[in-house]
C-alpha cells in the first residue's frame, strides 16, 4: 500500500494499544479510510480540517467559556480522521453495556424499595447512606416500568492488551450526544462517499429512539402528549445540545421559569394559558430540581415537581436519585451487582478502583500516588482529579490533605494506559489517547445502543484526560457493519 | 389519658402580591398506640386541594400550591389528641448487653441515618464533654437523661437569638437558643456515643399547674433509642421525658426533615410570619394569641426568582447556577 | 408558544428597534453639533436614552465622549453594545423559534459591535461612517425578518414589540424637543432645530413633500403623531401594534385579548381623534405623557396576560 509523507511520521506509542495500528501493520478494518486518505495530500486534509471548522462554527454548535464576566464562545475541537469499530468489537461491547444498564436499573429499583441487595450484604450500607445522591425523597416512589436510567453515557476505555474497561457510568445527565451526530453530519461531508464504502452504520436514528421512549412514558394516554426538554438555560455550556435534540425530536425547550405546579401537576405557561406536561427530559440536576424540596435557592427548577412526579402525573428522565449508582464509590461493586441481580458474569470489566474511606486501602494509595489517578466520587468532566504520575509533589500533599478531611468522596485507580488512535494534527498524523462513550437508550421494550458514540481524544500529547475542560476534543466513530 | 385541643395558626403576609406558591406541611401527628387523632380540621387559604403522603421517616406529608396572587397565606390546624402515658424504659438489664445490641444496630435501616454526628468545630470539645458525661454502669437510657440534663443546665433558654439557618457552631458559641437548638445539641450528643437519636417536632401540652418552655408554638425534642424499649423522648428543653404532655407531629434526622411548614413563592422577598399555638384540656376554654416569630424558628419559606432584590446578583446567580448544572 | 419564547421575541425586537432609534439620533445630532451656530447640546439625547448620573455628567457636550458613551459603553445599560448583547441573549434562548439567517444576522451585528476595531474607529474616525456601519447591520436585520420568518404568532410578538418601542420613542423625542423649547422660545422659529428632528426620524422627506410653508411647530408635530403614512409617527406605531395584536387572538385567551383590544383601541381612538388644535389645547406634554403612560400599559398587559410575568 501507497503510504504519503503524513503517514511515514506515525510512531505508535510503546505499550499501547493502538486502534489503526498492531503489529501487523494496519488493522483491515482501517485500511479502506487509511487508502482513501492516501489519495489525499496533506494541503487537501488541512482544507478538510478548517472546513470542518468553518461548518462548526457557523452553525453555532459551540460552548461557551466563562472568564472575567465575558462568555467566549469556542468549538469542541474536532479531529477529522474517524475512530473506527469492528462489528465484532462492538457486538460485544453493545452486550456488555446492556448487562451492566439492566443490573443498574435493578439496583436503583431496589435501593429505593426493598433494599435486598444491602441485606444481603453485597453492597455496604454505610456507602449507600453516605452517599449525597441517595435520595431518601425516592424510596417506595413508583416509576413508569420500574425504569430509572432512561439515558446512560457509560465510558469505555481500551488497556494496552485492547481489553474494554467502564471507567465510569454516567446516568444522571450524560451529554455529547449531540457531537455524536454532529461529527457525523460533518463527515459526510468531509469524505463524500467514504462512509457507505466502509460500510458504516447510521447513528441518525437516536433521536426518534429517544422520543418513541419519550412519549411511552407520558402517564396521560392521549394522543398527543406534551413532552419538553428542560434545560438550565443559554448559559449551561451545553445548551447547543439542547437546542438540537429539542429541535430534532421537535419537542419545546424549556427553563424552569416556564413551568409551574398546580395541583400535583406540570403546566408549561404559555400566551393561551397554561399547558399541562406528561413527560420532562431534564438536564438540571437533581438537587435545582425542585426548590421546594431539595435546593430552596434554586431559580433553575419547578418548585412542587416532585409531588407531581409522586403522583405519577409526568414523567421525569432520567428519574431523580440515580447519583446513587453512579457514583464512583459504588462503581466499585457493579461487577457484585450483575453476579447478584442477573446471576451472569460480568462481560465488561471494571477498572481496578480503591475506595479512600477505607484506612488500608487509602494507605495503600498514598503510597503509590504516583502511579494513581484520584478523582472525586460525585464530580465529573475531568473536573477535581489528581493525576499521580504528572502532579508535583506540592499538589499532591495538598490534595491529600483534602482526602484526610472526606475520605468517603475520594476513590483512586492505577493509572491506565488509554488506546491511541491516529489523529491529524498539523499536516501529519499522530497517535493520541482515545476513550469511547456509547449513548443507550432504556424504554420499555428493551435498551438500544445507537452503533456508534462519542470518541473524547487527548489532543495534547502525553496527556491522558480526554474531558473537554482538559483540552480534549472529539472524533466521528464508525462501527462497521 | 389527657385530652388535648390543639389550634396552630401559621399566617404568612406579603407587603406585595407574590403567586405560584408551592407549600409543604408536616402537620398531622403520628398515630400510634400512646397518640390518637381525635378529630383534625385544616383550613388553608384558596382550600387548595393538600395531597399527603407517607415520606421516608414515616410522617404524613401534605402538599399543595397556590397559584393565584395573594398577599396572605394562613394554614390553620385544629387538633384533637388523645395521649397516653408510656412506661419508662426499665434499668434491669445489663448495661454492656444493651450497648452491645446498640453496636450492632449501627449497620442497619433504619438506625444507621439517626447515628451519623454531623460535623461542626466545636465537635472535639463535646466529645470530651460527652465522655466525661457519661459514667461507665450507666444504661443507654440514663446516658440519654444525663445528656438532657447536661443540655439543660448549660444552654440559656433565649428567644429569638437563633434562625433557621444559624449554624451549629454558632449556637455553640452562644450556649444559648430555642427548642430546636437544644434538640438539636442533644441528638449529636446522643449519636457520639452510638445512641441512634433523633428529632421530634410537636406541641408541648400545658400542665394544667405550671407552664412549660416551648408553649405557645411548635415545640421540638429529641429520641434516643434503647434497645428492647423502643424510641424514648427526652426533652433537654425541660429537663424531662417527653412523655404523654408532648404531642408527636414528626421525626427525622434533623429539623429540615421535620419542618412543619415550608414553602416556595414568586414574588417579593419581604414577609411576615406569624405563628399561634394553642393547647388546652378538652373541657376547658382556651385563647391563642398571634407570636411574631421569636418564639420559634421561622418555618423554611422562600420567594423564588426573587427579582426586586437585586437584578445583577440575581443574574449573576442564574449564570452561576446554569453553569454549574453537570453536563456528564 | 411558551409566554418564555413570546416574551423573548418580544424583547428581542424592542432591543433591536431600540438600537436603531439611538443610532439614527447619535447621527443626526453628531451633523447637528458640527453645524450649529448656536450652542448645542447633547442633553436631550442623553436625557432620554441614558438618564443622569455622576458618569453621563463627566461627558459634558464632547461628541465623541457621548457617542462612545452610548455605542460601547460598558457601564451604559442602554449602549448599543449592551442592547444588543440583551437582544442576541433573547435570540439564543428562542433559537428554535427563529430561523438561522436571523440568528446569523444578530450574531453580525453584535460582533461587529463588540469588535474593537469599531471602538477605535470612534475615537479617530469619521462617527458617521462608524455609525453607519451599525445602522445598516439593523437594516438587514429587519430585510432577514421580512423575508425569513414564518408569518405566525411569534412575528406578531415581534411586531408588537418593535412598534410599541418606535412609538415610545418617537413620543420621547417629540417630549424632549418641545420641553427645550418652553425654555427657549426662540428655537421654534429655528428652521435647523426642527430640520434635525425630522432627520433623526427619517421623515425629513415626508415633511418637505407634505408641507410647502417651511418649518413649523404644528406641522412637525401633526406629523409625528397623527400622519397615517409616516413610518415613525405615533399613530402609524399603534395602528401596527392594533394590527399584529387581532392576528393573537383565539379562543382560548379571551379574557386576556379583552383587555389588551381595549386599551390598545383606546389608544387608537385618543390618538385618532386628536389634532394639533385639541393637542395644543390639552398641553403638548400632558399630551405625549398621557401617550406614554397608555403604551407602557399596553407593555404591562402583555406582560401579566400573555409573558406569565404578574
Known amino acids: 500500500m501507497q503510504e504519503s509523507a503524513y503517514f511515514k511520521e506515525y510512531h505508535p506509542i510503546s505499550g499501547v494499544w493502538d486502534e489503526m495500528y498492531g503489529d501487523a501493520g494496519i488493522r483491515a478494518h482501517y485500511t479502506k479510510v487509511i487508502e482513501y486518505l492516501s489519495r489525499e495530500s496533506s494541503d487537501d486534509l488541512t482544507r478538510k480540517e478548517e472546513l470542518a471548522k468553518r461548518l462548526f462554527m457557523s452553525q453555532g454548535i459551540t460552548f461557551t467559556v466563562y472568564s472575567s464576566g465575558e462568555g467566549i464562545e469556542k468549538i469542541f475541537p474536532f479531529d477529522i480522521i474517524p475512530r473506527i469499530i469492528t462489528a465484532d468489537e462492538w457486538s460485544f461491547v453493545e452486550k456488555g453495556i446492556k448487562q451492566r444498564l439492566r443490573a443498574l436499573n435493578l439496583f436503583l429499583k431496589d435501593i429505593y424499595d426493598n433494599q435486598f441487595i444491602v441485606k444481603d450484604g453485597i453492597v455496604p450500607i454505610d456507602i449507600i447512606y453516605s452517599c449525597p445522591h441517595f435520595l431518601r425523597e425516592m424510596y417506595k416512589l413508583q416509576v413508569p416500568y420500574n425504569i430509572y436510567v432512561h439515558i446512560a453515557g457509560i465510558d469505555l476505555i481500551r488497556d494496552h492488551d485492547g481489553t474494554f474497561y467502564v471507567l465510569e457510568d454516567n446516568l444522571r445527565t450524560p451529554s455529547g450526544v449531540s457531537y455524536m451526530l454532529e461529527n457525523r453530519e460533518i463527515t459526510k461531508r468531509l469524505f463524500p462517499d467514504l462512509l457507505p464504502q466502509c460500510g458504516v452504520r447510521s447513528v441518525m436514528e437516536y433521536p426518534s429512539i429517544l422520543y418513541k421512549n419519550l412519549l411511552s412514558l407520558s402517564p396521560r394516554q392521549i394522543s398527543n402528549p406534551n413532552i419538553v426538554l428542560l434545560s438550565p438555560g443559554i448559559y449551561n455550556s451545553a445548551y447547543f445540545e439542547h437546542t438540537t435534540l429539542a429541535r430534532l425530536m421537535g419537542v419545546e425547550l424549556v427553563e424552569g421559569r416556564d413551568l409551574v405546579v398546580k395541583d400535583q401537576k406540570v403546566y408549561m405557561k404559555t400566551t393561551v394559558g397554561l399547558q399541562q406536561v406528561d413527560v420532562i427530559y431534564r438536564r438540571v440536576d437533581d438537587e435545582y430540581l425542585d426548590p421546594l424540596v431539595f435546593n430552596p435557592s434554586s431559580i433553575l427548577g419547578v418548585a412542587g415537581i416532585m409531588g407531581a412526579y409522586r403522583k405519577g402525573n409526568v414523567a421525569i428522565v432520567n428519574a431523580i436519585g440515580n447519583g446513587v449508582a453512579d457514583d464512583k464509590a459504588i462503581y466499585i461493586y457493579v461487577p457484585e451487582m450483575i453476579k447478584y441481580y442477573l446471576g451472569e458474569e460480568p462481560l465488561l470489566k471494571n477498572v481496578p478502583t480503591y475506595q479512600l474511606g477505607n484506612e488500608d486501602e487509602r494507605q495503600y494509595v498514598f503510597a503509590n500516588i504516583n502511579k494513581m489517578v484520584v478523582k472525586k466520587t460525585n464530580e465529573s468532566g475531568g473536573y477535581g482529579m489528581l493525576m499521580g504520575h504528572a502532579a508535583s509533589e506540592e499538589e499532591t500533599e495538598k490534595y491529600k490533605k483534602e482526602i484526610l478531611k472526606a475520605p468517603r468522596n475520594f476513590i483512586a485507580q492505577p493509572t491506565i494506559s488509554l488506546s491511541a488512535a491516529p489523529c491529524y494534527i498539523q499536516g501529519a498524523l499522530h497517535p493520541r489517547r482515545i476513550d469511547l462513550r456509547p449513548y443507550a437508550l432504556c424504554g420499555p421494550d428493551g435498551i438500544e445502543i445507537v452503533p456508534g458514540g462519542l470518541t473524547r481524544v487527548a489532543l495534547k500529547e502525553g496527556s491522558l484526560v480526554v474531558n473537554s475542560s482538559q483540552g480534549g476534543g472529539s472524533k466521528d466513530t464508525w462501527v462497521l457493519a | ?328 | 408558544m411558551l409566554s418564555r419564547v413570546a416574551s423573548s421575541l418580544y424583547w428581542l425586537s424592542r432591543y433591536v428597534e431600540r438600537s436603531d432609534g439611538i443610532l439614527r439620533m447619535l447621527k443626526i445630532n453628531y451633523a447637528s453639533s458640527q453645524d450649529t451656530v448656536q450652542e448645542f447640546t447633547w442633553e436631550p439625547i442623553i436625557r432620554i436614552f441614558a438618564g443622569h448620573d455622576e458618569e453621563t455628567a463627566k461627558l459634558g457636550n464632547d461628541s465623541r465622549a457621548v457617542i462612545r458613551y452610548m455605542v460601547t459603553g460598558k457601564s451604559n445599560p442602554n449602549s448599543i453594545l449592551n442592547i444588543i448583547t440583551f437582544a442576541r441573549e433573547n435570540a439564543r434562548g428562542v433559537q428554535e423559534h427563529i430561523t438561522k439567517d436571523l440568528w446569523q444576522c444578530l450574531n453580525e451585528y453584535y460582533h461587529t459591535v463588540k469588535d474593537n476595531r469599531l471602538e477605535n474607529a470612534l475615537k479617530k474616525d469619521d462617527p458617521i461612517g462608524v455609525l453607519d456601519v451599525l445602522i445598516k447591520q439593523v437594516m438587514l436585520y429587519y430585510g432577514t425578518v421580512e423575508i425569513t420568518m414564518e408569518r405566525g404568532e411569534g412575528r406578531s410578538f415581534m411586531n408588537i414589540g418593535t412598534y410599541l418601542e418606535r412609538g415610545i420613542q418617537s413620543v420621547d423625542i417629540l417630549d424632549a424637543k418641545f420641553v427645550s423649547i418652553d425654555d427657549n422660545p426662540d428655537l421654534l422659529r429655528d428652521t435647523t432645530y426642527w430640520k434635525h428632528l425630522l432627520l433623526s426620524l427619517g421623515g425629513y422627506e415626508i415633511y418637505l413633500k407634505t408641507y410647502r410653508t417651511g418649518f413649523e411647530a404644528e406641522n412637525v408635530l401633526e406629523q409625528v403623531v397623527l400622519n397615517n403614512d409616516f413610518p415613525r409617527s405615533v399613530i402609524y406605531s399603534v395602528n401596527h401594534i392594533q394590527r399584529y395584536f387581532e392576528r393573537l387572538k383565539s379562543d382560548s385567551n379571551l379574557d386576556s385579548s379583552r383587555e389588551l383590544s381595549f386599551l390598545i383601541g383606546r389608544l387608537q381612538s385618543h390618538i385618532r381623534y386628536s389634532s394639533v388644535k385639541t393637542i395644543e389645547d390639552e398641553g403638548l406634554h400632558t399630551f405625549l405623557t398621557q401617550i406614554r403612560t397608555q403604551l407602557f400599559g399596553i407593555g404591562d398587559a402583555l406582560n401579566i396576560h400573555y409573558f406569565a410575568n404578574s
Open chain 2, 1 to 328: 389519658m389527657p385530652d388535648f385541643r390543639i389550634e396552630h395558626i401559621t399566617r404568612y403576609t406579603y407587603p406585595s402580591p407574590v403567586r405560584d406558591s408551592a407549600n409543604q406541611i408536616i402537620l398531622y401527628p403520628i398515630h400510634d398506640e400512646y397518640q390518637e387523632v381525635i378529630r383534625q380540621e385544616l383550613h388553608i387559604t384558596g382550600d387548595p386541594v393538600v395531597d399527603t403522603f407517607i415520606d421516608y421517616y414515616g410522617n404524613e406529608v401534605g402538599t399543595f400550591t397556590y397559584s393565584q396572587q395573594h398577599t396572605s397565606l394562613t394554614i390553620s390546624s385544629k387538633l384533637s389528641v388523645t395521649t397516653r402515658q408510656r412506661p419508662l424504659p426499665g434499668n434491669d438489664i445489663f448495661p454492656e448487653q444493651q450497648w452491645e445490641d446498640l453496636k450492632r444496630l449501627s449497620q442497619m435501616v433504619p438506625y444507621i441515618d439517626f447515628l451519623k454526628p454531623e460535623y461542626f468545630d466545636g465537635i472535639k470539645e463535646l466529645q470530651a464533654i460527652v465522655k466525661s458525661e457519661r459514667s461507665k454502669e450507666d444504661t443507654p437510657s440514663q446516658v440519654a437523661l444525663r445528656f438532657c440534663r447536661y443540655v439543660y443546665e448549660n444552654f440559656e433558654y433565649v428567644k429569638g437569638v437563633t434562625t433557621v439557618e444559624t449554624t451549629m457552631d454558632e449556637i455553640w458559641k452562644l450556649r444559648a437558643g430555642v427548642c430546636q437548638d437544644f434538640a438539636h445539641i442533644l441528638t449529636i450528643m446522643l449519636r457520639l456515643v452510638n445512641i441512634p437519636a433523633r428529632y421530634v417536632s410537636g406541641y408541648i401540652c400545658t400542665n394544667r399547674h405550671h407552664t412549660l418552655r416551648g408553649e405557645g408554638a411548635t415545640h421540638a425534642w429529641a429520641e434516643a433509642y434503647i434497645p428492647d424499649y423502643g424510641w424514648l423522648g427526652i426533652d433537654p428543653t425541660n429537663n424531662c421525658i417527653a412523655n404523654d404532655t408532648h404531642v408527636r407531629l414528626a421525626v427525622g434526622r434533623n429539623f429540615l426533615d421535620c419542618s412543619p411548614v415550608r414553602g416556595v413563592y414568586k414574588g417579593s422577598s419581604d414577609h411576615k410570619l406569624e405563628v399561634a399555638v394553642s393547647v388546652g384540656y378538652e373541657d376547658e376554654a382556651h385563647h391563642g394569641s398571634f407570636l411574631q416569630e421569636e418564639n420559634t424558628k421561622a418555618p423554611d419559606f422562600k420567594p423564588v426568582d426573587d427579582r426586586p432584590k437585586n437584578s445583577y446578583q440575581q443574574y449573576m446567580e442564574m449564570l452561576q447556577q446554569q453553569q454549574q448544572q453537570q453536563q456528564q
